[in-house]
Each structure stands twice: as C-alpha cells, then as structure tokens.
C-alpha cells in the first residue's frame, strides 16, 4: 500500500540557519506533491505545491524539491525564524482530490 | 478571505450518543472531505464528497457517515459513539481541478468520547 514517511524526531535548529525537511514515499508515483504548515490546535495550511515534472519550487524563504526517482521530496527553510516554529506535513495526492499525509515534523527554531 | 468553518472546536460525548459535526465552506468548492488526526498517524481521510448528495469512502470510514444536501455543507456523522472515535476531526475543502488544487482546513474539532 502507498505509504509516506517524514522525519519522526522533531527538528531543533537555530534562527539564522536553513531547515531542512524531509518526506520519502513508497508504492506511489504522485503527479503532485504539497506541503503544509501546522500550528497546535489549528487546521493546516497549504505552503507550496510542485508537480512531477518540476524538480524544484521557490516562495519566498522556502524552497521545495521532488525527486521523483529517489521518492523524495524536501522542504527547505532558509535564514529560519522563531515564527516558523510549527508542524510541516508532506501530502501527496491521489485521483479526485484525496491527499495522503505523512505524520508530519514538528520543526522547533530557537532564537 | 476563504473561509471553512467547524461548528464546535471542543465537543465532549457519552458512548452511545449519536454525534454530529458540521463544516462550512464559502468558497463555492465542489469537493469536500472529512479527516481526523491522531498522534503518530497523520491525517486519516474518513469521507469526502464531490458534488451535492454526491459521497464516497475515504480511508477510514467504519462507524462514520456523512450527509451533503447543500453545497457549502458537509456534515460527519458518528452514528453511535464509541473511546476509540476520541481525535481531532478536521474538514477541508477544494475547487474543481481536483488533484492539483489545495485544501483549505477548518479549525478543527477536538472530539472527547468517554
């Protein structure tokens, strides 16, 4: 069955520098992958999207690549801050809409 | 600014009782869907929905159902709950191009069954 893995271990780094997340599947060749962004207690909100034909995607101080050999993709925040302190879900999507989550990394910045 | 909404953010329920949870959309989205969220296991899809009175199962969908008589409506409905059924029960919506657009998230609903 289709699965997705993302870091378990929560990300502890310093503000200034780049964090970088990562989120491999297996049995699956996704057309689209997306990342979103999760504060305790809040639904999660959409970041950035990139399709299978796209190798890397930018928005502002964030940076997704999709390996579609290695069944990879990473989410990379640079000069990382405080704010950015929450939880960040892979999704890939499936036919019709249906996304399949990982279980998320929680990414802690300290100042 | 779009906006889905979740009718209780906390909800606390006796086994048994039939429990119904309600989310609105106003973005005029045609899709749907009903997840819940328990640590360690991500977001589970339980039920979504692709047009009115339109319903299909999700990943999850034992001791669920679901109703959609309205566009903008999709309700969750737990038709005898149990302790297991105990999580956060989050609703998304999307637009048309099914695969590629993002889900817009309500707040969530965080359900205690005891």
């Known amino acids: 069955s289709q699965k997705i893995e993302q870091n378990s271990e929560a990300l502890n780094i310093q503000e200034g520098k780049t964090a970088t997340l990562t989120c491999n599947y297996t049995?699956?060749?996704?057309?689209?992958l997306q990342w979103y962004r999760q504060d305790p207690g809040r639904g999660p909100v959409f970041l950035l999207l990139?399709?299978?034909?796209?190798k890397e995607k930018r928005k502002e101080r964030l940076k997704v690549t999709f390996d579609t050999t290695l069944k990879q993709s990473l989410f990379h925040i640079t000069a990382s801050q405080p704010a950015d302190s929450a939880t960040y879900l892979c999704?890939?999507?499936?036919?019709?809409?249906?996304?399949?989550f990982g279980q998320g990394t929680e990414l802690s910045v300290k100042p | 600014d779009v906006k889905v909404t979740q009718s209780s953010r906390y909800l606390v329920k006796r086994t048994g009782e039939k429990v119904f949870l309600e989310c609105v959309q106003d973005?005029?989205?045609?899709?749907m869907f009903w997840y819940r969220q328990d640590p360690g296991l991500g977001l589970r899809l339980i039920y979504f929905?692709?047009?009115?009175?339109?319903?299909e199962k999700g990943d999850i969908p034992e001791g669920y159902s679901v109703s959609r008589e309205k566009k903008e409506r999709f309700s969750l409905i737990l038709e005898s709950a149990s302790t297991n059924q105990t999580s956060m029960y989050l609703c998304?919506?999307?637009?048309?191009?099914?695969?590629?657009?993002?889900?817009?998230f309500g707040p969530g609903t965080r359900l205690t069954v005891t």
């Open positions: 929905s692709y047009d009115v009175k339109m319903k």
């Open positions: 998304a919506s999307t637009g048309q191009d099914r695969v590629a657009y993002e889900q817009y």
């Open positions: 973005m005029d989205h045609e899709n």
């Open positions: 999704a890939l999507a499936r036919w019709g809409g249906k996304l399949i």
């Open positions: 049995n699956y060749s996704p057309a689209y």
């Open positions: 990139i399709r299978e034909n796209e």
